[in-house]
Structures are given as C-alpha cells and as structure tokens.
C-alpha cells in the first residue's frame, strides 16, 4: 500500500512573484498524518493558517489568470504550480510558511519546487494515503472549451491545446503522471502567453513579475529571448496548472481527465463539481478507518490474497472498513468495460442484479475469511434469502457493499448485506455461506 508522505527536514525558497513582483520567501516544514497542505502567513498578525482545500478558494474573478487561495483578509496567490509538484511527487502533508502574498514564481514551472522537495527528503508515514476515485462522470463546456471527468483506476489526463496563433498549432498529450513522468516530462514545462497580450495583462496589475527568462512569451516569429525544453512545452504546462488546481481536493484523484482549452476557470469549476461527488461519499458513510493485520484501506491485490476470485469474476475492487467476523464495507466501481453489459440489455446498460448479489457475497466472504483462523479455506455461497432489488445500477456508479454478521460458527455464516449508490438501496438480502477447507 501506498503511505502518506511528508519531507524529512525544512527548506527554503525566494524570489518574486509572477504577478504582483514581490519579494516573497517560502519555507517547507514537516507535518503529521492526514494535516494536510497547510499555507501560514508568517508576516500577518497571528501568523493565520490557510488550508490548501476547495473551501479556500477565492473568486475568479480576483484570481484572474492564477489559483488563489485566502481565509479572511489573507490570501495568497499563484499556488497552481507549487501544488502542481506536491501532487506530481506525491507530498501529502506539508506546512508552508510564506512572508508574502505570492507564491514566487522561480523559473515559471514547478521544477524547482521539486527540487527542493527531494532535497529536503521524501518519507513515508504510517498511514496510508487516501485517495479520491471518481465514480461518475462530469463534463463543464464554456465559449468553445470543455473538461470532463469519467471513472478510471489510476489518475489519466488527457489535453488538447489550441490557440488562435500561427506558429502555437493545437497541441495534444495523453499521460499518466506518476512521479518520474511529472519530474521528466510536466515538471519543467514553464508557463507562458501571447506577446500581443502581455501588455493588457500588465495594464490589468498582472504579470509585473513576469520575465523573458520566467514565462515564455509566443510573438509572431516565435518565442522571443528563449527556448522551449519541450516542443510541446505549452500543453504541458497547461497539464502542470490542472494538475494543481485539482490537488486542492485534498487528495490525488483516480480518474481520467480529458479537457480541450481549458484554463484555471474551468479547471476550479471541475474541481467543484468533484468536491461535490466527495462529499456525497462522505454523507453515505464511507469511512476509511478500520484497523486489521492488512493494513487500512485495500485494494485487489490484497483481496485476492483473501478470495480465489479473479477478473473478469471479481466483484470488489476496494475494501474501505472491516471488522473481522462482525462488518465490511467495499466498493465496486462499474464501468461500461465491464464484460457483462455487452450481452445485458444492449444499448441500455443495466448492472445484472445476480452480479449484486455476489458482490455482496464476495464482500461477506473477504470479512468470513480474513481472520487468521479461517485463513486458507473457502466460502461458498449457499442461499440468498429475502432478495429485494430496489434501483437500477448503471455504468459510472460505484456500488458501496455493506455486509454485517447475523450468526457467525466454524462452518457456516449467515450475513445481512445491501448495495447503495449514492446512498440509496439498490439491492438488499440475506446471504448464507459455508466456511470449508481448501
């Protein structure tokens, strides 16, 4: 399992920032297990503390052209591309301690916030990381740009760039951004704008920081004073900056990302729309909180350390609480991939209502069959009683598994289970099981 991370020892940074042109310096310092990305304004009185986190951000409209964040009367703006490393190398709980209004901008990527992090040290803690796994699909369309999110098992991004330039042709990248690919391939990519448009931009108070050698500015026969790294450096960043502005859900997401143009604005409003699928979990009582010799939360590869089952018959790809032989909760994420809507109302996907309930089985066979004394044997399903099918469950749901012990021997185990999408029953029954050895 992957743990949270945090850094072994403080570091710090200086320079201006990007918009405003103050001088500003940073300092990385160690934090505890589920804190958090956390900013403190060290040269405002009582030192405030703002939550790197959606509920923090600030209008639009004040943060034009950046990612602001701010709680009261501080703020703090052009965080996109710190984030952007944070979530690129996997820094889950971190203080920041800033003696400005501005992250500074450095070169204009997040290259050398990277580099600090790993100068400063990379550990691991002793809780496992949490991450959120987007269930079902959302797409935001505003004056020609779009972004959508649809479920997938590990983060995917994949965007188009297009400007109104005749040397900025549209630009495509498809990544899966684990941390060597976002230290060699997005880490470096630096931000960047239309020459004919950085004067306006200047007029407006932005960009007073900005240099030829922080932000590449695209002119007429090319970028002026500079070269790329990337022939593709501009979607790249732009990769950078999503990246970022989706770390303020407060933990890295797993799903793939397809967007067309799109900039902070359309970005944050994704953001929203997947806080808002966050906290519909939370309200239908997922909890990643359970104690056992496995670890905390778990994943395939440790239920099948548990069930004989295998794909394409495995029905449950996450443990999320359990308590031996008492109560289990798990998910199953269902997507249009999965074989059986190929032959089950064609042309209207319907989840089979026997593929529920034996997910529900295969959830109360991994709680039977998880303590140490009935490790090895197999549960086999003997009766479904008192079955009631109460919603349709469909492609982009996820199917929370709740399973809970009625009567429990050394041979047999009779289990009370239901399936809930988005906190709605969507299938109920009682489930009996014979324990026998392998």
């Known amino acids: 399992m992957d743990n949270q991370k945090t850094i072994a020892k403080s570091v710090k940074l200086s320079g201006v920032g990007l918009h405003t042109a103050n001088k500003v310096s940073i300092t990385f310092k160690p934090a505890g297990v589920d804190e958090g990305i956390n900013f403190i304004r060290i040269d405002l009185p009582g030192k405030p503390v703002i939550k790197a986190d959606a509920e923090h951000l600030v209008s639009l409209l004040h943060g034009y052209r950046r990612t602001s964040i701010g709680k009261d009367n501080a703020e703090i703006h052009t965080i996109e591309h710190l984030m952007s490393a944070l979530a690129g190398v996997g820094i889950d709980n971190l203080n920041i301690e800033i003696d400005n209004n501005e992250i500074p901008g450095m070169d204009g990527s997040a290259r050398d916030f990277v580099k600090a992090i790993k100068e400063a040290g990379i550990v691991e803690q002793t809780k496992p990381k ?61 931000t960047f704008c239309l020459e004919d448009e950085a004067k306006n931009l200047q007029n407006k108070g932005l960009g007073l920081g900005a240099n030829y050698e922080n932000t590449l500015v695209m002119g007429k026969d090319g970028v002026v004073n500079n070269k790329l790294r990337f022939g593709d450096e501009f979607v790249r960043h732009k990769v950078l900056d999503l990246m970022g502005d989706l770390y303020l859900l407060g933990m890295p997401i797993k799903g793939h990302i397809i967007a067309v143009k799109s900039g902070h604005a359309l970005n944050l409003k994704l953001l929203s729309k997947l806080k808002q699928q966050k906290d519909k979990q939370s309200l239908g009582g997922i909890k990643l909180n359970y104690n056992s010799e ?37 998910v199953k994420n269902v997507t249009i991939n999965d074989y059986f809507f190929v032959g089950h109302f064609p042309g209207k996907p319907i989840m089979p209502g026997v593929i529920m309930i034996e997910a529900m089985a295969q959830a109360g066979g991994i709680m039977m069959l998880s303590g140490p004394e009935n490790r090895g044997k197999l549960a086999y399903f003997l009766a479904a009683n008192n079955v009631k099918f109460r919603k349709t469950v469909v492609p982009g749901d996820q199917l929370v598994l709740e399973v809970e012990v009625l009567k429990f021997k050394s041979k047999t185990g009779l289990v009370s289970g239901r399936a809930l999408v988005d906190g709605k029953v969507a299938v109920e029954a009682e489930l009996m099981f014979a324990l026998v050895e392998e």
Request: hydrophobic residues 40%; aromatic residues 12%.
């Open 294 to 330: 496995f670890g905390q939360e778990f994943g395939a590869s440790t239920i099948m350390k548990i069930l004989p089952h295998r794909p394409p018959f495995l029905f449950v790809d996450r443990v999320l609480s359990l308590e031996q032989g008492k109560r289990i909760t798990a």
């Open 130 to 190: 949490n991450y959120f796994l987007v269930r079902e699909s959302a797409v935001i369309e505003d004056n020609g740009a779009c972004i959508m999110v649809t479920p997938a098992p590990e983060l995917r991004i994949s965007y188009t760039l297009s400007y109104d330039h005749p040397l900025l042709k549209a630009q495509y990248l498809d990544i899966f951004p684990d941390r060597e690919r976002f230290e060699q391939e997005l880490g470096p990519a630096r």
